[in-house]
């Protein structure tokens, strides 16, 4: 069961509730976050929100999956692209184009940086929805090399998780700077790694090119 089939089976408060945790939390963080807060924006009644919660840490794990397992992502249109070189740009295009505008940050960087050293709950949580993200993309990669460059010098993994490490700085600078501009550019500048790390057919010179009359050779002589 994917994301969005599993958000839709929840109950309409629910689905309220915790969508409002993702949006507020992204907003101001997990500790500024009340119950009241996620209540109001919701909303629903403080009985509602314990029907279905018991805590904050409660709505926040919730929050994290809904958002770490990415259900726009999971069916983005690059997903039905056949080719996997089309799949690994395609990614970084709709990511792009899911952060223009108001720098709203990333909800599992943000939690991780409040709650990873003092909750190993919420830290292996993080980390876990990161791994996830990492070997999605990890597998596309591995996709596109093996169909298009074979023999090129990288692993997969590790350029997976070099993206994950940009977006989340990049997603922090976003935060404090209030603008997605840094954070659109190296995106940006990653695609254009990822070009690099994928050789380009070299061209191979003609008959007639190499067949120059004498003249031309002349010149470049004189």
Known sequence: M??????????????H???????????????????????AAAGVTKGAFFHYF????????????????????HDAPFRKLADPMDRVHGRLEFIMESVRGESKGCLIGMIAQEMGLTSP???ELCQGLFLHLANDFAADLAAAKAACAPGADFE???????????????????KVSGSNALLLNNIA?????????????????????????????DLAFD
């Open 2 to 15: 994917n994301a969005r089939s599993e958000n839709s089976e929840l109950p309409e408060t629910k689905c």
């Open 17 to 39: 509730l915790v969508d409002a945790g993702v949006a507020l939390m992204r907003q101001q963080g997990y500790t500024a976050t009340t119950v009241e807060d996620i209540c």
């Open 54 to 73: 018991k805590s904050k840490e409660d709505i926040a794990r919730a929050a994290l999956q809904r958002f770490g397992l990415g259900q726009d992502l």
């Open 121 to 123: 709950e919420f830290r």
């Open 156 to 174: 997969p993994e590790k350029v997976a998780w070099l993206f994950v490490a940009i977006f989340q700085g990049s997603s922090l600078l976003a």
């Open 189 to 217: 500048q990653f695609q254009c790694y990822v070009k690099f790390l994928f050789p380009q057919p070299q061209l191979t010179t003609t008959t007639s090119e190499m067949a120059q009359p004498a003249e031309a050779l």
